[in-house]
């Protein structure tokens, strides 16, 4: 059974920094591409940020672009989103996501396999 499993949200202040990690299997990461997603109270899911399976196109949303970066460990089959210059509109509960396909492709109807997510309030 595929699982992805978010880690690390939590309460930061405006401004702060908060590490996200999604746990995946080495299947999951040789051959499907791994989106991050958001969904903030109210609002639709949305994308954040979309890897290539070999990690080495990332796209992000315009709203964290210079802001959030993905990054990824092998040895540990864990893809990580570093978020910096954290808002208030960053609080949202966030998802890893895969879809099969090696290209940094990631639509939000589309996913293949989802983690459960992990919430992040940005607040002071």
């Known amino acids: 059974q595929v699982q992805l499993v978010e880690s690390g949200g939590g309460l930061v202040q405006p401004g702060g920094s908060l590490r996200l990690s999604c746990a995946a299997s080495?299947?999951?990461?040789?051959?499907?591409?791994i989106g991050w997603f958001r969904q903030a109270p109210g609002k639709e899911r949305e994308g954040v940020s979309c890897?290539?399976?070999?990690?080495?196109?990332?796209t992000y949303a315009d709203s964290v672009k210079g802001r959030f970066t993905t990054s990824r460990d092998n040895a540990k089959n864990t893809v990580y989103l570093q978020m910096n210059s954290l808002k208030p509109e960053d609080t949202a509960v966030y998802y890893c996501?895969?879809?099969?396909?090696?290209?940094?492709?990631?639509?939000?109807?589309?996913?293949?396999?989802w983690g459960r997510g992990t919430l992040v309030t940005v607040s002071s």
């Open positions: 996501a895969a879809v099969r396909g090696a290209d940094n492709w990631c639509p939000l109807h589309a996913m293949d396999y």
């Open positions: 080495r299947f999951i990461l040789d051959y499907y591409a």
């Open positions: 890897s290539s399976s070999s990690g080495d196109r990332t």
